[in-house]
T-cell receptor
Framework: DTGVSQDPRHKITKRGQNVTFRCDPI?????LYWYRQTLGQGPEFLTY????????KSRLLSDRFSAERPKGSFSTLEIQRTEQGDSAMYLC?????????????FGNGTRLTVT | AQSVTQLDSHVSVSEGTPVLLRCNYS??????LFWYVQHPNKGLQLLLK??????LVKGINGFEAEFKKSETSFHLTKPSAHMSDAAEYFC????????????FGPGTRLSVLP
């Protein structure tokens, strides 16, 4: 178990640019989640995959956001035309399909700063 | 619908004294409950979880939490704080372990004074 890996750890971009983040979940985990966390707040749900299927998206996820998990393994989160309000920590988590009580396993996050 | 309230945004204790971080939840169904810890610029680490077995749950690093259904509470405790416990703590409620159904509280920042 090598844990959930996220890349990059930090990203600084100018407003209007596109950015893409990558998440590699724990290998046997079918479920993959993206969360956004702003300073002083708890994580907010963005979207969720079971294998390669994107099953749920939050209303927080505007049209500028898109996520994929093409082969049911790693996932990417792309933000187009970034805005200063997109500055946040983007967290990826994975979990197995085990029934009630399966916890989320988080990566260390990607911190995005939009200037 | 589910929700989580963490009653204190900031708790400060002296090293060696007990820690109490309070969490109340609202859920229509039998919930699973979790506590996570987050150190600066790090992801969230699972401390412990409750999933309808024993109401007193032991976690890592000496932390415990007790599920009290009548009070809809899941408070986190530790008998003796250590400097390394200083971090942000999140209480989480979930009823069916997928999608939006992990609901995070706003967090409690724990400071440990020497």
């Amino acid at each position: 178990d090598t844990g959930v890996s996220q890349d990059p750890r930090h990203k600084i971009t100018k407003r209007g640019q596109n950015v893409t983040f990558r998440c590699d979940p724990i290998s046997e985990h079918n479920r993959l989640y993206w969360y956004r966390q702003t300073l002083g707040q708890g994580p907010e749900f963005l979207t969720y995959f079971q294998n390669e299927a994107q099953l749920e998206k939050s209303r927080l996820l505007s049209d500028r956001f898109s996520a994929e998990r093409p082969k049911g393994s790693f996932s990417t989160l792309e933000i187009q035309r970034t805005e200063q309000g997109d500055s946040a920590m983007y967290l990826c988590a994975s979990s197995p399909i085990l029934g009630a009580g399966s916890p989320l396993h988080f990566g260390n996050g990607t911190r995005l700063t939009v200037t | 619908a589910q929700s989580v309230t963490q009653l204190d945004s900031h708790v400060s204790v002296s090293e060696g004294t007990p820690v109490l971080l309070r969490c109340n939840y609202s859920s229509s169904y039998s919930p699973s409950l979790f506590w996570y810890v987050q150190h600066p610029n790090k992801g969230l680490q699972l401390l412990l979880k409750y999933t309808s077995a024993a109401t007193l749950v032991k976690g890592i690093n000496g932390f415990e939490a007790e599920f009290k259904k009548s009070e809809t509470s899941f408070h986190l405790t530790k008998p003796s704080a250590h400097m390394s416990d200083a971090a942000e703590y999140f209480c989480v409620v979930s009823t069916d372990n997928y999608g939006q159904n992990f609901v995070f509280g706003p967090g409690t920042r724990l400071s440990v004074l020497p």
